[in-house]
């Protein structure tokens, strides 16, 4: 691999988004190693065999149940927690993250009087990955778990948040912006530092423009892919917010013909 296609694998921002629900009065369980906040982790082979709809989601969903104590969004805030004072008595938080791994060629955006450099970037994988955390301050009843509202409502959430076509819709975005064209002032500030290792090592290299590599292309790869990620971020949490105002936080059914039924479906495993 030439000095201007190397690999590299590196992974973005990573964000939390809240959702909550209102109180409930489910039963009362569950045992466990109670944690700092009083809270208790609440295995799966705690719990009966969840219904065949529930199996392939948890485990995309990398999901911890979590029973009691203090919310966690109290606990551990991440960003500004809404309605710090009202009681609440279930939350679901996400957190996601996406890794990559490129090849960048560098060229003149146009020819060379143009003073403008561009990266070509060819993807060798891109995942976006998520885990949840579904936190109850009571237990619902063991025998009937699966069939809780409190606990369905944030299985709906689960499934908004793990739904394998927002990666699809990730790895797309970004594959289609597979050219990146610097400005001139962006391409003037980066050729000053490569001039410089040019004329130390120069005799390595054709031209200037092998002088550049991954490394000097990550910065833009980087915010390329931070934009989509900040896009879905942002259509999940649009989801999320939608479904608790259309079920009033899950005291209502889906509407069988609203816009989130279909996403809400359940979605065999490829």
Not at 85 to 91: G, I, M, V, W
Not at 217 to 233: I, S
Request: proline fraction near 6%; include cysteine; glycine fraction near 4%.
């Amino acid at each position: 691999m030439n000095s201007h296609g190397l690999t590299f694998l590196t992974s973005a921002l990573t964000v939390t988004i809240v959702t909550v629900i209102p109180s409930w009065t489910p039963a009362r369980g569950a045992t466990d190693t109670v944690n700092a906040h009083g809270q208790r982790e609440l295995g799966l082979d705690d719990l009966p065999a969840p219904p065949d709809e529930f199996k392939s989601l948890l485990h995309r969903g990398n999901v911890t149940f979590l029973i009691g104590g203090q919310r966690p969004s109290v606990a551990n805030p991440s960003r500004p927690t809404r309605d710090v004072q009202r009681r609440f008595d279930a939350e679901t938080r996400y957190h996601m993250s996406f890794t990559y791994k490129s090849r960048c060629r560098w060229a003149w955006a146009d020819t060379s009087r143009s003073q403008r450099l561009a990266i070509g970037v060819r993807y060798d994988k891109i995942e976006l990955n998520t885990e949840h955390q579904i936190w109850l301050r009571q237990m619902p009843n063991r025998d009937t778990f699966w069939e809780s509202p409190l606990v369905r409502h944030e299985l709906d959430h689960l499934r908004l948040s793990s739904d394998p076509r927002l990666t699809t819709r990730f790895v797309t975005a970004v594959k289609k912006r597979g050219r990146i064209e610097l400005t001139r002032d962006q391409t003037t500030l980066l050729l000053d530092s490569a001039k410089k290792r040019y004329e130390t090592q120069g005799r390595r290299y054709r031209s200037i423009l092998d002088v550049l590599d991954s490394d000097d292309a990550q910065q833009w790869v980087d915010e390329q892919l931070q934009a989509e990620f900040d896009r879905t971020v942002e259509l999940v949490e649009i989801r999320y917010q939608e479904l608790d105002q259309i079920t009033d936080h899950g005291r209502h059914p889906v509407p069988e013909d609203g816009p989130l039924s279909q996403l809400l479906a359940p979605r065999e495993e490829p």
